[in-house]
């Protein structure tokens, strides 16, 4: 079993939907979340980063950490084309633990 | 948070033959780090570089396979080694840096190998 699964997709949504992203883990110690956005032919963009468990938002983003189900998700709010994309989850026990990331998933937004 | 400037973009490459990866952050950072991203894989780290120390290496992940230098606080290069097919993927550095209060990842864009 992987630290980390996230469903690859590729999810496909209209313009302007709510979309849901993903993620859940085995390890228990993990106390970092992160969520990263990745273009085409481009390196990976630090989108969201949390500590423990709750809610955290920034502009239409909304990161949440569920520890007691091992579960965290990311909330797009009023997609846009441009926020097609592979989202990465990626989680550490601590700030200086090495990070773990999840396979991505595919997010295609259709005008 | 950090610039990262990372070159080639992109490269096709023969077997058998070796290319080395450029890194150039945009302030000193004291670790660097290369990613492998094997399509429809997670990210996985290769090694932590350190200014003025030998590469640390993940599992799986060899010195004489992957070459690294680390001659500044600015500065890395990977060598990948002998390729083969196996080894087409797309590399990245990273880096730790200051951002919106606390330490956080910074990749540069990556460089797309193709080994034919």
């Known amino acids: 079993q992987k630290e980390v699964e996230q469903d690859p997709g590729p999810l496909s949504v209209p313009e302007g939907a709510i979309v849901s992203l993903n993620c859940t883990y085995s390890?228990?110690?993990?106390?970092?979340f992160m969520w990263y956005r990745q273009y085409s032919r481009k390196g990976p963009e630090l989108l969201m980063y949390t500590y423990s468990s709750g809610n955290k938002e920034d502009g239409r983003f909304t990161a949440q950490v569920d520890k007691s189900s091992k579960y965290i998700s990311l909330f797009i709010r009023d997609s846009q084309p441009s926020d097609s994309a592979t989202y990465l989850c990626a989680m550490k026990p601590s700030s200086a633990s090495k990070i773990i990331f999840g396979s991505g998933t595919r997010l295609s937004i259709r005008p | 948070s950090a610039v990262i400037s990372q070159k080639p973009s992109r490269d096709i490459c023969q077997r058998g033959t070796s290319l080395t990866i450029q890194c150039q952050v945009d302030?000193?950072?004291?670790?660097m780090f290369w990613y492998r991203q094997q399509p429809g894989q997670s990210l996985t780290l290769i090694a932590t570089a350190n200014q003025g120390s030998e590469a640390t290496y993940e599992s799986g992940f060899v010195i004489d396979k992957f070459p690294i230098s680390r001659p500044n606080l600015t500065f890395s290069t990977l060598t990948v080694s002998n390729m083969s097919p196996e080894d087409s993927s797309i590399y990245l550095c990273?880096?730790?840096?200051w951002g919106q209060g606390s330490e956080k990842l910074f990749f540069g864009s990556g460089t797309q190998l193709s080994v034919l």
């Open positions: 990273s880096v730790v840096a």
């Open positions: 302030s000193q950072v004291t670790m």
């Open positions: 390890n228990s110690a993990f106390q970092y």
